[in-house]
């Protein structure tokens, strides 16, 4: 059809950025990844590549004080947390913690609230942790990053359920009142990612809270570069 004839050249005039994109962003994640413990397997995903890191603060959802210091890498499908080593020794500084896969999670825009500020929330069924950025401005990066990446999974998914779809009906006639074996993917509303985003009262500027002490980190990403 005509869609389909126009979506097959939008992939293919988009394959060469594409491709760069991914080139860069998997030799990234193997080069960040050799400062994590315990990480190897999160490479054995070929399709995988980093989108944007930087350091947060995990806070205590209940009390909304510091925790930890971690590491936050988000991948065109998931997004790993790394605790950072206080005494590391050589080119390893964190220590692999979880794994959400995107599909999983969603990622809630906190308001600033008094001492709490550039705050993220990040909620995976039935868990639900709580993120402190350095800055304002290291906060809108994060939003943006995920809500780019939600996109991006959305239409890739969406394109490979099309051409699933497409390959099934040329191999063989869909049974009369037959189910289609993807109907159930992705059902509901648990799983789905969500993204909610609202207006920063807060000017990007120094963090107060001390685990950002330290912050100069030289995996962070420029998003002004990416961008």
Sequence with gaps: SGSQNKRENNVVSDSKQTRKDFEQGRQ??????????DCSHVMDV????????????????????????VHGYL?????????????????????????????????????????????????????????????AEAKQAWMDAFEKAKNAKKEIDSTSSSAA??????QQPVASGGKNPGSNRGGGHRGKPFLTKGDSTESAGSSSNPFFNDANSDDDDNMKQQQ
Excluded at 48 to 58: I, K, Q, T
Excluded at 106 to 130: M, S, W, Y
């Design 28 to 37: 990234k994640l193997f080069q960040l990844l050799e400062k994590v413990e």
């Design 75 to 135: 991948t065109n499908d998931g997004f790993m947390v790394a605790t950072w080593l206080p005494n590391r020794r050589g080119p390893v500084r964190y220590k692999f913690s979880r794994f959400y896969e995107l599909d999983s999670l969603a990622v809630v825009n906190v308001r600033d609230l008094g001492g709490i500020k550039h705050t993220f929330k990040l909620l995976v069924f039935p868990e639900a942790r709580l993120f402190q950025c350095a800055n």
């Design 46 to 69: 070929p399709t995988r590549y980093l989108l944007h890191n930087a350091d947060l603060v995990e806070m205590d959802i209940t009390e909304n004080t510091a925790l930890h210091r």
């Design 165 to 170: 779809v497409v390959a099934l009906q040329k």
